[in-house]
Every structure is written in C-alpha cells, then in structure tokens.
C-alpha cells in the first residue's frame, strides 16, 4: 500500500533549528555599483568581460563537466597572474592550483586540507579581518586565534604587535595574511615589513596562507598587489595562496577563484593536487566552467589583458582619486591639527577613519555621511566604490 505522509508529517521534526539573520553579503555589490549610470544604481561588468562573453558565445561552447581540479586553462594563468609567468616555481611544477568557488571556496577546500593532514594546527587571523574567515575556519573544525594588526591610536599597522603575536604562535602554525587592501582596515605592511614578517614566519616553521582578493584592483597594477606572494615565494617558503576574481574581473555572482599551494618538489606538488581533488569531490564534485572560461579567455588574449589592466587602472585610480580629495578637503576644513594622511596610505575599497561610534553616527544623523560599524562597533569605515 501506499504511505500516507500526511498522517505521518505531523510533528516539529526540526525543534532544535534556530532561523540565524545574515548581515547583506551583497555588500560587494553595492561597492561594484555604478553610481549614476543613468541616473539608475547598475552593478558595473566590465566591458572586457562582455567581450570575453561574446567570443565564447560564438565559439558555442558546451557545456560539459569539468575535472574536479578546474578549468586547465584557466588554472595555468591564474598562478601565472599570481606569481608571475616566469616564475621558476612554474616551470619546475611547485604549484598546486584547483580551480575554487571563488575566494570562499578556495579558502574552505584549503582550511579542509589543513584540518586533515595538519591535524590541531592552529591558523592566526589578523585582528580585525574578514568576517568570513572565522566562519571557515570554525566550519572546517580549525583551531584559529587572532594576531595584533590594527593600532587605533595611528590608524595604521600595529607592526611590533602582529610581529610579537606571530612569533608567540605555536610552530608550524598557519598564518593567514591579506594578500593586498587587507580587508576591512585598507592597511597593509610595506616592503620592508613583509620581509621581516617572511623572517618571522621562518623562524618559527609557520606555513604563511596568502588571502588575495583584490590582485590588480587594489594599486591598479597585478605585479605590484602580488609582491607580497612573490616575496614569500621567492624565498622558496611552500605556501598556500587563494585567488578571487569577484573584484578584480567583478565577477562575484560566477564564483571564481582558485587555491594554490606551493611545495618543495615536483612530487609533493602532485601528491598535494590529488588530495585537494579528493576533499573537492564530496563537497562539489567540480567547480563551475563559465567564469573560469571568461578569465582564460582574458588573459590568454593579449588585447583583451590589456584592455582587462586599463579598466583596473581605471577602478583603481578612480579610488585613489577619491582618497586625495577626502584628505585634502579634510586637511583644509580640519583645524584641530589631526593627520589625516592615513587615508592616502590605506590601499583598496576600505578605509578605516579612526572615527569613533558617537562621531560615526553624528556624521550619519546630521551629514548623511554612512559608514559601517567595525571592529569592537568603534569605528567608522567608508566602503568606496569602484565606479
Ligand atoms: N577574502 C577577502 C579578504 C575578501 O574581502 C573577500 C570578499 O569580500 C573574499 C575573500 C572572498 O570573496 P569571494 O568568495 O566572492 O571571492
């Protein structure tokens, strides 16, 4: 006979779920708006996009499964773009790279790696970060801890504290650092700084685990945001670095992206891809082809890479544009005497302004001048946008 679920449905089968609000993950979008298109708020996509999708829609290409490892193409110049087509790391088959579902993703398979072959290591995150960096840790059963980062009193880089911190950390720890525009503070290390950190993180046989979300979109230039990886690399350090390409291509609803692990050998290399492949599987079984076609097909045609680095420079230096003209005019109007020059130092879509909650909201209230709450709800951050 037949089952009768409707005499069977009857109770509270899921009393222990409690509905959990998300804050907007859309933030991005409101930052990749153009913002008077047309009088209309439109997300921006990038002119070089279309033209990629149009070339693929002539092509007609299918739609088959890819391999769980990605797009091939596409995984050859992503660690191209990252580390740089003549990287030696390249050539000599040191770098394991799987396509990821963007930079979440890539940063989830890597957390879910580390939980399983470096069992009770414990991954250090910069104090504030990424809000979804804990999630992912904590999703992936990861033992994390913050380091020092942010120092209110110079709204800058709390270098002597993230260096101390750093050190204190269990060996072999992993530490995860933004790549370029740290997120959400815009402050990053100089040159000088990340040696010294690279110094630190040998020292004491950490693992350092690169987050690079804006290569290209923050200073306009993809060698100069990836310097921070190269240095590392260039000191044969293995490493983890994941890639997004949500901003930099304004690509976010594609969910593209891709986690590279550098290692000592050829052979490491291959055994690290295939244990990557093997925790993808179960999760996703492969990632998806269309954005991975749209970055292969940018880069891999020189006029549409070119076209691709001018309109970065363009949503780059548009930002810096607005950075010079907040400071000068808050330098001119300012009397108090305060140094304002950190907003010219702070790099990417973020800007810490050091206000505190009262002056962040009387700036609100009065001004219509809206700023996010971050770190411990003190401070003030202007989220700028791209276009
Ligand atoms: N990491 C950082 C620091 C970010 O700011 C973001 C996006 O805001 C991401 C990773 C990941 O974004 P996506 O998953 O869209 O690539």
Known sequence: GSFDHSTFWKGNRFPSIKAKSFGRISMAVAVNVSRFEGEELQPYVLKVVKKAENLMLERGENKEYLPIEGLAAFNKVTAELLFGADNPLIQQQRV?????????????????????????????????????????????????????????????????????????????????????????????????????????????????????????????????????????????????????????????????GAINVVCSSADATARVRSQLKRLARPMYSNPPIHG????????????????????MELMAGRIKNIRQKLFDSLSAKDKSGKDWSFILKQIGMFSYTGLNKAQSENMTDKWHVYMTKDWKNIIGRIIFSQM
Request: aromatic letters at 12%.
């Open 292 to 311: 991975a076609r749209i970055v292969a097909n940018v880069v891999g045609n020189p006029a549409l890479f070119k076209e691709w680095k001018e309109e």
């Open 96 to 256: 394991a790279t799987v396509q990821g579902l963007s930079g979440t993703g890539s940063l989830r398979l890597a957390a879910a790696l580390i939980e399983r072959y470096f069992p009770g290591a414990k991954v250090i995150i910069s104090s504030p970060t990424w809000g979804n960096h804990k999630n992912i840790f904590n999703d992936a059963r990861v033992p994390w801890s913050e380091y020092r980062y942010y120092d209110p009193k110079t709204v800058g880089l709390d270098f002597n504290g993230m260096m101390s911190d750093i050190k204190a950390a269990p060996e072999g720890s992993f530490v995860l650092l933004h790549g370029c525009a740290h997120n959400p503070t815009g402050i990053d290390p100089t040159l000088e700084q990340w040696e010294k950190i690279a110094d630190i993180i040998q020292e004491k046989n950490h693992i350092p685990f690169f987050d690079v979300a804006y290569q290209g979109f923050a200073s306009g230039s993809l060698d100069a945001d990836a310097s921070s990886v190269r240095l590392f690399a260039a000191r044969g350090m293995e490493l983890l670095v994941a890639q997004s390409y949500s901003k930099n291509l304004g690509l976010y609803s594609e969910r593209i």
